[in-house]
T-cell receptor
């Protein structure tokens, strides 16, 4: 069965420090992979996505992620965290269907706290 | 260009009641999906609508039903509410026939007392 694991429930970093959020997936075919961010009381905003091609993808707000098929991972990175990055981060895999993907399977999320 | 919109933003109901949530997709999108996000968890897929038909369903009981209208907007109905139905309900839209990202609305926060 398809699944997404985010091993870190809560991470605390200082502003200006680097960040890596881990994501592992289980899926039998080539996955469509996403990272979303959710601020308190808000909906989900897409940070970046991987469909095919270059395994290092750039997103908004200075985030990037690298798809590693051999490790079934899609880790999110940022070289220097800003206080506004304080939020919940979700990794998701899109299950394939003719015409594209048809649903997203989310991990449980990683709560990122940024200290000044 | 308006994104995905949902109404209402918040709702309080009591056990046993019924609720209807509404979603208008992003312009140009014809496929709507609904997700339930319980507190402290990731969103879980409820079902997806395209051409006014339910195309795929997640692991949710029949108390959860939906509808899609000719203008692509959608409703989520939940009957016989349980305390455990308290959650943020998210609507997402995308074009059916293109590999594009799903865009999410701000959600409806449902509290069942």
């Amino acid at each position: 069965a398809q699944s997404v694991t985010q091993p870190d429930i809560h991470i605390t970093v200082s502003e200006g420090a680097s960040l890596e959020l881990r994501c592992n997936y289980s899926y039998g075919a080539t996955p469509y992979l996403f990272w979303y961010v959710q601020s308190p009381g808000q909906g989900l905003q897409l940070l970046l996505k991987y469909f095919s091609g270059d395994t290092l993808v750039q997103g908004i707000k200075g985030f990037e992620a690298e798809f590693k098929r051999s490790q079934s991972s899609f880790n999110l990175r940022k070289p220097s965290v800003h206080w506004s990055d304080d939020a919940e981060y979700f990794c998701a895999v899109g299950t394939l269907f003719s015409g594209g993907y048809n649903k997203l399977i989310f991990g449980a999320g990683t709560r990122l706290a940024v200290h000044p | 260009d308006a994104g995905v919109t949902q109404s209402p933003t918040h709702l309080i109901k009591t056990r046993g009641q019924q609720v209807t949530l509404r979603c208008s997709p992003k312009s140009g999108h014809d496929t709507v999906s609904w997700y339930q996000q319980a507190l402290g968890q990731g969103p879980q897929f409820i079902f997806q609508y395209y051409e006014e038909e339910e195309r795929q369903r997640g692991n949710f009981p029949d108390r959860f039903s939906g509808h899609q209208f000719p203008n692509y907007s959608s409703e989520l109905n939940v009957n016989a509410l349980l305390l455990g139905d308290s959650a943020l309900y998210l609507c997402a839209s995308r074009p059916w026939d293109r590999e594009e990202t799903q865009y999410f609305g701000p959600g409806t926060r449902l509290l069942v007392l």
